[in-house]
């Protein structure tokens, strides 16, 4: 159970290598300990690492699962081995890719496999964790969108499409879950530095993995379903929405 003071007992991470999930892992670990599950790719380099890593910030327990997002007809049986140690109080979905935009559009089995990752596979595991959690009548879903889908711009359209899906998805999965005792937040960060942005020019509002957990916990213990990482990002996608789109072409976006 989800504590008094907004502390899971058990969390989930899938992706469990991403490090704005493991900073988030390592923001409720700094309130108290936690039983944590990384769910990571079975061929990731980075799994022991990740497991040592949480292990250090005093989880009372870390176990890694194989998980692959693309798999999506294993996914129901990811679930159970997730499950299989007890109740599950929040389950944190930060896996995908970045990818390139003009490569991608222009080579059709490639494009599939990425919206087969960054869309179709949280989709699917969105479905299978709420009806898990509904299930058990409490718990909390916390997946990572971005600010790229809310307005999505010609330079990352394929990356900004596939983050605009899943973020209306979620959305409403919050609201179908309304009454369940289950919360749905979506946190729409903009750039974070991490290995996945590594090379890319610094953007403005740019965080560290840590500043943008900090903010995502900080929300989720507030109960809310929606945060932008940073606040700012609101208002600077309102002001991008309500352009012309001749104007908005000639942005250097």
Sequence with gaps: MINATGNPQRIVLFGGTS?????????????????????????????????????????????LVDFDAAAVADHPAVVERVWADGDVDLAVLAFGQLGEAERLWHDQPRLVDFM??????AVSLGALLSQRLAGQGQGQIIVLSSVAGEVVRRSNFVYGSAKAGLDAFFRQ???????????????????????????????PLTLDPDQAAAQI???????QTLVWVPGAFRWVMLALKHLPAPLFRRLPL
């Design 19 to 63: 490090e704005i999930g493991l900073a988030i892992v390592a923001q409720y670990l700094a309130q108290a300990p936690a039983h944590v599950v990384l769910a990571i790719r079975p061929d990731s380099p980075r799994r022991r690492a990740a497991r040592d890593q949480v292990e250090a910030w005093g989880a009372t327990s870390v176990r």
């Design 116 to 121: 087969n990752v960054n869309l179709t596979g």
């Design 173 to 203: 999965l919050g609201e179908a879950l309304r009454g369940s005792g289950v919360h749905v937040l979506v946190a729409r960060p903009g750039m974070v530095r991490s290995k996945m942005t590594a090379g890319l020019k610094a953007a």
């Design 217 to 223: 916990v900080a929300a989720a213990q507030r109960g």
